[in-house]
């Protein structure tokens, strides 16, 4: 079974900065684009950026563009996500998943990491 493990949030003030890691359990994902998503207390998960399986291309979605950039190391079957200038409207719970055709594969989303930004 594939095991999603996203880490490195924490407690950060506005402004400052965090990596977060996606490692996975189970399967490679070198082939597969992988994409991080977020949720917000009473909000949907939203999609928040998604690089290519070879790391060519990367997208983001527009509140995080200029701030937040995602990387892979395929090599240790990890994908990235670099946070700065962190806002308080950042606050939620990350998670990463794997894409074929922009749609998440994998039903389990795992723990998540907790992002709180405080101002």
């Known amino acids: 079974q594939v095991q999603l493990v996203a880490s490195g949030g924490g407690l950060v003030q506005a402004g400052g900065s965090l990596r977060l890691s996606c490692g996975a359990s189970?399967?490679?994902?070198?082939?597969?684009?992988m994409g991080w998503f977020r949720q917000a207390p009473g909000k949907e998960r939203e999609w928040v950026a998604t690089?290519?399986?070879?790391?060519?291309?990367?997208y983001y979605v527009s509140s995080v563009k200029g701030r937040f950039t995602i990387s892979r190391d395929n090599a240790k079957n990890t994908v990235y996500l670099q946070m700065n200038s962190l806002k308080p409207e950042d606050t939620a719970v990350y998670y990463c998943n794997a894409l074929n055709g922009g749609s998440p594969v994998y039903d389990y989303w795992g723990q998540g990491t907790q992002v709180t930004v405080s101002s």
């Open positions: 690089i290519s399986w070879s790391g060519s291309s990367t």
């Open positions: 189970g399967r490679t994902f070198s082939s597969y684009d």
